[in-house]
């Protein structure tokens, strides 16, 4: 394991001190809840919104708690769900009179200690919404899984509740705002390599030098299929059929287009997918109002990357327009 | 028997740390390789604060180690293995000295919250798949014989069996459900970590 790392155990409270040091007007640190929370909440007539999920997916969710995005960021360790303690502490401490709102990728670890840290909160007289995120397309949700994962759709969630929250927007019309965003977007990953864990020091998986990942999550574990590498006009066209066609995305839809990073891939090889995925996409009849290309979700060092298609109104639209403050700035 | 849990739990605490390593290995196969870890992190705490929880009741020491998981331990484990150690603990009450009915009672409480909280039961590949079938071992033991060390004996057998045959199984809990058939040939590491605590406690029995 190659790393800029000291302490495998010190990775995450060593990488949230810096994050805080950098923003030290806008964030502070909490390092009992690993958490990252803006120095201005919680605001009286203003809904907070907050998210766990495991750290190893930075920008996701630390780096983008500021104004017009998540007021807070309570993370696990590397690809863990945050202990439960740490979801209902955070929550206590961002509550406004107007509620707290729980972004939630849909994983058994961040269910459960969502769960677990909401009822606690509850008992303290907090009121808690929870919009679970479920964009991936990759796995078959069913009876017989836990559900479609959470990824990279997760920017989409938070930037839109993130900007109507600014403007007073109350924590019931934000979770119905954060469940249509939900609704109609939809994800697939891929990877060429896996990705080493600090506190693991092995690679969770290894890809031969012909081989491909389809169907990734963001946490390194294995997707649904290993195949031989394929050029990459070919890996899109079978992810941009598996996204478009599952809503399905229709001819005439006005959509946002994101190539997400999964942290190793260089920006040039995004944009070369960009260029291929945008015409394709137009070619299909739909248009594309605005784009995001780089890294949002990644998953450590990662080599691969991730397609979304968000349907939009203009609503949706209007508030991904948005401006907003963060760590890394995106827009 | 009241010194008794205390000893157990010290004793799953002491064997979970010791096996990190492994157990992250295990979870790394099909999963994202964080179980040893994690568990490990809150067993450390567990062992470390002993003396802050209260041990006046077997009880108060289980809901008092459920609290440190809970509040150290993320993923999935935390969760599981703290709702376990509660509902073991609420199920003693306020029992000053624990016997074999109750060490059944305990493991059956403990079962019972598992599935709850993880929405899971026997067959969905989990640390369910060896606990159960060892518990049910250790409850017929109980019945037949007074022998408790042949007993715990018995249920390591049937816990360790068990835990093997996981390999076979499809997942559908955890991350390793993600990769639909490709979990067929896995061990799963929550059945094998129940394997080595019932080995662990049986040969510290005997001892």
Redesign the interface.
């Given at each position: 394991m190659k790393k800029l790392i000291n302490d495998p155990k010190d990775f995450v409270p060593e990488m949230l001190k810096g994050i805080a040091l950098a923003n030290p007007k806008t964030l502070k640190y909490i390092p009992q809840y690993n958490l990252i929370m803006r120095t201005d909440i919680p605001m009286a007539n203003k809904v907070s919104i907050m998210q766990g999920s495991?750290s190893g997916h930075e920008p996701a969710h630390v780096m983008v708690v500021g104004r017009g995005m998540l007021d807070a960021a309570c993370p696990?360790?590397?690809?863990?769900?945050?202990?439960?303690?740490?979801v209902y502490h955070t929550t206590k401490l961002v509550a406004s009179p107007k509620g707290v709102l729980h972004l939630l990728n849909n994983?058994?670890?961040d269910t459960?200690?969502f769960n677990?840290g909401r009822e606690m909160a509850e008992a303290d007289g907090i009121e808690v919404r929870t919009v679970t995120i479920n964009d991936d397309v990759?796995?078959k949700g069913s009876l017989?899984?836990?559900g479609r994962?959470g990824v990279a759709g997760n920017f989409f969630v938070i930037k839109a509740t993130g900007a109507a929250a600014e403007r007073g927007t109350s924590l019931e019309d934000l979770e119905k705002l954060g469940n249509r965003v939900v609704e109609n977007v939809r994800t697939m990953g891929m990877a060429l390599t896996g990705c080493t864990?600090p506190?693991?020091g092995?690679p969770?998986?290894t890809l031969g030098e012909d081989e491909m990942e389809m169907g990734i999550?963001i946490?390194?574990?294995?997707?649904?299929k290993r195949v031989k590498l394929e050029r990459a006009n070919k890996i899109v066209d079978e992810m941009l059929e598996a996204v478009a066609s599952d809503i399905p995305f229709k001819a005439g839809d006005e959509v946002a287009l994101m190539i997400n990073g999964m942290g190793g891939t260089p920006i040039s090889e995004l944009y070369l997918l960009y260029g291929y995925v945008h015409e394709q996409v137009e070619k299909r009849g739909m248009k594309i109002k605005r784009n995001y290309v780089g890294n949002y979700c990644t998953s450590l060092e990662m080599a691969g990357y991730s397609l979304t298609l968000l349907k939009l109104d203009p609503e949706i639209e209007e508030l991904l327009a948005a401006p907003a403050e963060v760590a890394i700035r995106v827009f | 028997m009241s010194k008794d849990v205390e000893f157990v739990v010290k004793l799953i605490a002491n064997t979970v740390i010791k096996n990190e390593q492994y157990f992250s290995e295990l979870d790394g196969v099909v999963g994202d390789g964080d179980f040893g870890y994690s568990i490990a992190r809150g067993f450390e705490k567990v062992v470390n604060e002993w003396d802050t929880v209260d041990h006046s009741l077997p009880s108060n020491t289980l809901k008092g180690v459920s609290i440190k998981i809970i509040g150290a331990v993320g993923g999935v484990s935390g969760p599981i293995w703290g709702t376990a150690f509660l509902r073991a603990g609420i199920a003693l009450g306020t029992k000053p000295e624990i016997n074999r009915e109750d060490v059944i009672v305990m493991f059956r409480a403990a079962i019972e919250g598992i599935k709850k909280r993880g929405n899971a039961d026997l067959g969905d590949k989990t640390l369910l798949d060896a606990l159960v079938p060892a518990v049910d071992q250790l409850e017929k033991s109980f019945k037949d014989a007074k022998d408790t060390g042949a007993a715990l004996d018995k249920a390591a057998t049937v816990a360790r069996a068990s835990a093997e045959a996981t390999r076979l199984m499809l997942a559908k809990r955890g991350r390793a459900a993600y990769t639909g058939e490709r979990s067929i040939g896995t061990l799963d590491a929550g059945a094998i970590a129940i394997a080595i605590l019932f080995e662990a406690i049986s040969k510290a029995w005997k001892e």
């Open positions: 495991g696990g360790n590397v690809f863990a769900a945050p202990p439960a303690d740490f994983y058994t670890g459960m200690s677990m990759a796995v017989y899984t836990v994962r864990p506190a693991k092995t969770i998986f999550g946490h390194g574990e294995p997707g649904r | -």
